[in-house]
């Protein structure tokens, strides 16, 4: 039997968590519930009572439940599951087959709605939100990578960057679109179209396509599982230079030990629960919790 005791709920605060860093050269950051003030602000709680912070979180989850399926055949992929992502972490969630990590990343980018609880990303709930001001928020405040890449094979590395803009009704300015390359390590390779361009460049080009409406949170489903690993490394760099660098908040799924070890913090899920937490994660140390949950799991 897995014990679930990650995360603490009162009346007034969620107790998320342990103080997280980023690698080498990185911030300290702690995950913080929201106060009651909006859940945009955090407070942490200590030995000497809560104590006010200015933190703003990302992306705030609170007692999210979601199944598929009805009667005795239903399945809960996700169990009350409450988070807090501040601004500007990089947080891996991971778990074995079937644990909700993928329910979870969907929900949390609102690609797929919960049957409960709340969601909130940037200050914006979105249980409250119609398909097209859903659609908007999507389209303006998130970005999704996908294993995949997903580019369009006739166009060029560039097209695809600013194909978001476009279907938004929005001007792609030509600097823009190049400064997104750049940041990704392809300015040389604008005019180039996918088959003319490695896997580990195909997921650059992903994620400046992510990047180019400049969103509050980019989500990734297994960034590097069509990748060797050396270029996942190099992608995995470039994820964690976003949050050291532009602040940008990270949310990744994997199921790579490796790539987990890039995050702050490493969320496991089992049976749709917070089965573990995991700050300042090495390889070792995520794959002995996985190794764990996955034995309690048969």
Do not use: W
Not at 29 to 38: F, H, I, K, L, T
Not at 92 to 113: E, F, I, N
């Amino acid at each position: 039997m897995i014990q679930y005791g990650s995360v603490i709920q009162d009346d007034t605060a969620i107790k998320y968590g342990p103080v997280i860093q980023y690698g080498p050269a990185r911030c300290d950051q702690a995950e913080r519930p929201p106060s009651a003030a909006g859940p945009t602000r955090g407070t942490q709680t200590s030995a000497a009572g809560p104590t006010r912070s200015t933190q703003p979180m990302a992306v705030l989850i609170e007692s999210m439940t979601k199944t598929y399926g009805v009667g005795p055949s239903a399945i809960t992929a996700l169990d009350n599951v409450s988070l807090a992502f501040p601004a500007g972490s990089f947080t891996a969630v991971m778990g074995p087959s079937g644990s909700g990590k993928s329910t979870l990343l969907q929900c949390a980018a609102g690609l797929d709605r919960p049957d409960s609880g709340k969601l909130s990303i940037g200050g914006t709930e979105l249980s409250g939100l119609g398909e097209t001001a859903l659609t908007r928020l999507r389209r303006d405040r998130v970005g999704f990578v996908f294993q995949s890449f997903n580019l369009m094979p006739s166009l060029t590395a560039a097209q695809n960057v600013e194909l978001p803009l476009r279907l938004a009704g929005r001007r792609a300015e030509p600097k823009a679109v190049q400064a997104a390359l750049a940041a990704v390590g392809l300015a040389d390779r604008a005019r180039h179209r996918p088959s003319e361009l490695s896997g580990g460049q195909q997921q650059r080009v992903a994620i400046a396509r992510a990047l180019i409406t400049s969103p509050q949170v980019l989500f990734a489903d297994e960034p590097t599982g069509a990748l060797d690993i050396s270029t996942s490394r190099d992608v995995l760099e470039l994820l964690s230079g976003l949050v050291t660098e532009r602040k940008q908040t990270v949310i990744v799924v994997t199921h790579d030990p490796m790539a987990a070890a890039y995050a702050g913090r490493v969320i496991f899920l089992a049976d749709g629960r917070i089965a573990d937490t995991l700050g300042r994660p090495t390889a070792e140390a995520v794959a002995a919790r996985m190794t764990r949950l996955e034995g309690l799991a048969c």
